[in-house]
């Protein structure tokens, strides 16, 4: 599952920006110290749109949309994603075209666009009449569980105020009294003339970021210190926490219906298909890693009132945009805990340890035509003693899963993988219940083989 390329900000993000500049020039005060740079600043979103006989430019055009200037460029990156998964799983690309890989993606034009140069990067240019089909895959509100988009449809999460979809903005802003109100002074200090709120202050923070994306730098940046940017850093962390990760009720009940959709493919194996591609939003990646129970709440807090700088819990490297996690399926020989474990690296180039997603044998492609018959009695020995584990990738990283990672490489026997994805479902509960869904909605993922 992969979240979306770098983008241009959101309307409502992009939106509370232009309010910021808005402010500024009707201010008509000349802005010193750290903010003298934006005296004549450019917004980074500047399209030429028509208006009856005049071309008029309109900072807004490009909000929701990924980026494709700049070497940080949406569209390159999805592109670049699509070549190095390409460069590790070729292997599981089926060699006949009449056997089409099916692609989902959620029904936002920044997800499908980055679905599609992320096919033409893993597929080839002429994916789409040769290799692959991308299903799009509606974000209306009454798909119930048949969804990629759960938060777009669980009930009870959007209507809940307090704990539901805005709780982590609630705790967000709580969180920025604690370092904002300085940098208001010190800005309102260099500038007497104008007086900027909280909230502006914050929109100058997610300026900086989105301007490298569009641009590759940003004099945004250097507004704040090097502590005001772990603040803000921490801001991010703890609004996704409480909005759809481990500190909110409804984050493993949502993030489990592809969970569950992807263990019975697992389960399957190869006949069902090779590989599977979902594309969404952080906020629907964010809840499957609350389903996979890598952060317990046991262990792990995330408060309002100050920094905690030796959290697990980091956004920026869980579901930065192109962030991505994937669920590998190795069939490797028997593994003996005592031996040392093999390096991710080791695995990955070890034709004999490890096959992901694909059926019992298929690293004896390795061997070639030539072998031949002198090949058959090493292969049923082989599949004789074949086991099969789960290995999570998060952004080209191997993370444990906290209660099985004894296999190779940190995996988790298939078996125990898959009880622990029914005890899960058991935690977090049933998704109409939870979400105060009717008894006629889905109650599960359908769309999901080849």
């Known amino acids: 599952m992969s979240r979306h390329a770098e983008r241009y900000p959101t309307k409502n993000a992009g939106g509370r920006m232009l309010d910021l500049l808005q402010h500024i020039r009707e201010a008509n005060t000349t802005l010193k110290g750290d903010l003298a740079f934006a005296n004549d600043w450019q917004y980074f979103s500047q399209v030429l749109v028509s208006y009856t006989e005049r071309k008029l430019p309109d900072p807004a055009a490009h909000h929701d949309q990924l980026t494709a200037t700049g070497p940080y460029a949406g569209t390159l990156s999805a592109f670049t994603t699509g070549t190095k998964l390409r460069t590790r799983y070729s292997h599981l690309i089926p060699s006949h075209f009449d056997q089409k890989t099916s692609l989902w993606a959620c029904d936002s034009n920044r ?43 669980c009930l009870e ?12 903005l609630h705790n967000l802003i709580k969180f920025r009294h604690t370092y904002l109100p300085a940098i208001m002074e010190r800005l309102h200090g260099q500038t007497p003339g104008i007086t900027f709120s909280e909230a502006e202050v914050y929109s100058m923070q997610e300026m900086c970021g989105f301007e490298i994306l569009v641009r590759g730098s940003s004099p945004w940046c250097d507004v704040f210190t090097h502590e005001e940017w772990l603040a803000f850093e921490y801001a991010r962390d703890l609004l996704h926490w409480y909005r759809a990760g481990p500190g909110n009720r409804f984050s493993g009940t949502m993030g489990w219906l ?58 920026s490297q869980l579901v930065p945009m192109s962030g991505r996690v994937i669920l590998e399926r190795l069939s490797c020989r028997p593994f003996r805990s005592q031996s040392p474990l093999p390096t991710a690296t080791n695995l990955s180039s070890n034709n004999d340890a490890i096959s992901p997603t694909t059926n019992e044998l298929s690293n004896e492609h390795a061997s070639t035509r030539k072998e031949g018959e002198q090949q058959q009695p090493r292969r049923a020995k082989a599949k004789a003693e074949v086991e099969t584990y789960i290995r999570i990738n998060i952004n080209d990283g191997i993370v444990a899963l906290p209660s099985c990672h004894d296999g190779p490489g940190q995996s988790c026997a298939l078996d125990r993988f898959l009880q622990l994805v029914h005890q899960r479902g058991k935690e977090v509960g049933d998704f109409k219940e939870v979400c105060g869904l009717t008894e006629a909605a889905a109650g599960k993922i359908t769309f999901l083989h080849q």
């Open 111 to 153: 997800v499908v666009q980055t679905a599609r140069y992320f096919s033409a990067g893993f597929f080839g240019l002429d994916w789409a009449s040769t290799a692959a089909t991308l299903h799009v895959v509606s974000e209306n509100p009454d798909l119930g569980a048949d969804t990629l988009t759960p938060g777009d449809t």
């Open 157 to 168: 999460y959007r209507n809940d105020t307090i704990y539901g979809h805005d709780f982590g």
């Open 258 to 315: 592809w969970l569950n959709a992807t263990a019975n493919l697992l389960r399957q194996g190869p006949r069902t298909g090779n590989l599977f591609f979902s594309f969404a939003h952080d906020g629907d990646i964010v809840p499957l890693l609350t389903a996979l129970n890598l952060f317990p709440l046991s262990s792990n807090t995330i408060p309002i009132t100050r920094v905690s700088h030796h959290r697990k819990w980091r956004t």
